[in-house]
């Protein structure tokens, strides 16, 4: 059983970088966790994809968030992710159904809607740097290129991709991001555009048929020459714990706590893994008093 894993590379003699990320286990993660419809977990698993690819390149404890806000039904979709192959996300309304595009595949445009990419950068040092840019398409891979040339300056090509079977459970899901580097010629941009026109079938597919992460990558490169640099594992991880929440709770104040109290018992669930936490009388009197302290 191989497991989900990012590889970071460099092709046409060192003239462009590539990122292929296989996340299919973490997406199925994603979506057993929050229970999602096809389309919601065709969203989510494109942006946390994406977002392990964007992340990939930061440093130490580092993350990068990535949030559509758009007007579509899915109300918004929010992932965050950082250079250990660790994502988490959420869609904001998990059972949206739509019908199927007239190819036959999933109309993640019409569940995100137009509106806005936010990106957020967290530094080490806790500070965060938010970009904006307008969704171009709302198929996210679209989107995150453009946020990368308009924000960033740094042109790119991205593939984005999750198979959803019939049963719901998640087949296969990757992405794939391709930069020329200053040294690249015209001929080197040419030969990145006629390799992403050359694929014909999806990148998710591919993922679904590879048996390992060498099979998926000799078939995306075709007959271009490329070097593999660094293995990372990837997986779903959240940064939740009953400790964190039991804070959060100290800073909401005694008042809304004696609220809690009286209640007899409060449960908290965690936006981005949907696990139910739950704190009893007792334990409600502690963060009380601990709040009584703030
Ligand atoms: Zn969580």
């Not at 389309?39 to 559509?68: C, H, P, Q, Y």
């Not at 967290?122 to 453009?146: C, F, K, R, W």
């Not at 007792?282 to 601990?290: A, P, T």
Request: aromatic content about 4%; glycine content about 10%.
């Amino acid at each position: 059983m191989q497991q989900d894993e990012l590889w970071i590379g460099t092709m046409l003699e060192g003239n462009a970088r590539w990122v292929l990320v296989r996340s299919t286990d973490t997406v199925e993660e994603a979506r057993k966790r929050h229970g999602m419809s096809p389309v919601a977990t065709a969203a989510l698993g494109r942006l946390m994809t994406g977002d392990l690819i964007l992340a990939s390149s930061l440093k130490g404890e580092e993350n990068i968030t990535l949030r559509l806000l758009g007007d579509g039904p899915l109300e918004g979709v929010v992932a965050v992710g950082n250079a250990q192959g660790e994502v988490r996300g959420y869609v904001r309304e998990p059972l949206v159904d739509l019908p199927l595009k007239a190819s036959g595949k999933l109309d993640v445009a019409t569940a995100v809607g137009s509106g806005e990419l936010a990106v957020s950068r967290s530094l080490q040092n806790g500070e965060v740097y938010t970009g904006m840019v307008p969704l171009v398409s709302g198929e996210i891979a679209e989107d995150l290129v453009h946020y990368l040339l308009t924000s960033e300056q740094i042109p790119s090509a991205m593939l984005l991709g999750v198979l959803v079977e019939k049963d719901y459970h998640v087949a296969g899901a990757a992405g794939l991001l391709i930069q020329p580097l200053p040294g690249a010629t015209e001929g080197d941009i040419q030969a990145i555009e006629s390799l992403l026109g050359q694929i014909r079938v999806g990148i998710s597919e591919l993922a679904s048929q590879s048996q390992s992460m060498d099979e998926l990558l000799a078939h995306l490169m075709g007959q271009l020459s490329y070097q593999v640099l660094e293995r990372r594992t990837v997986k779903f991880l959240c940064t939740c714990s009953k400790a964190r929440l039991s804070d959060t709770l100290v800073s909401l104040g005694k008042k809304e706590i004696a609220d809690l109290i009286s209640d007899g018992k409060a449960e908290i669930v965690c936006h981005f893994c949907n696990e139910h936490y739950l704190f009893n009388v007792e334990e409600l009197q502690q963060i009380s008093e601990q709040a009584g302290m703030v």
